[in-house]
């Protein structure tokens, strides 16, 4: 029903970049919250950054100004741009979303996004 599908993880050099993308399908982006969470291991998974339905976007201090995240509301997906990746940023990546309606939280796969030093 609801399905969240994330592609574009991979190994980088530190400096190095990557784009992610997450696909929707059951749940539109355009109307419910968004966003893009990270687990490294032994860690707890943080926000990365998160779209509000009405375009507002806000970023997790680690990643500010290295980090882009955007979305297409006619292709109903979402990317995050990462440059200047660093080893720190090393983790599964996840597509999260929550529908505003009902508060119904909904999780992709995960992709593995590694940055060598």
């Known amino acids: 029903q609801v399905q969240l599908v994330e592609s574009g993880g991979g190994l980088v050099q530190a400096g190095g970049s990557l784009g992610l993308s997450c696909v929707a399908s059951g749940i539109a982006f355009s109307i419910n919250t968004v966003g893009w969470y990270r687990q490294a291991p032994g860690k707890q998974r943080e926000l990365v950054a998160i779209i509000r339905s009405g375009g507002s976007i806000e970023y997790a201090d680690s990643v500010k100004g290295r980090f882009t995240f955007s979305r297409d509301n006619t292709k109903n997906t979402v990317y995050l741009q990462m440059n200047g990746l660093k080893p720190e940023d090393t983790a599964v990546y996840y597509c999260?979303?929550?529908?505003?309606?009902?508060?119904?939280?909904?999780w992709g796969q995960g992709t593995q996004v590694t940055v060598s030093s």
């Open positions: 999260h979303a929550r529908r505003v309606r009902t508060g119904v939280e909904y």
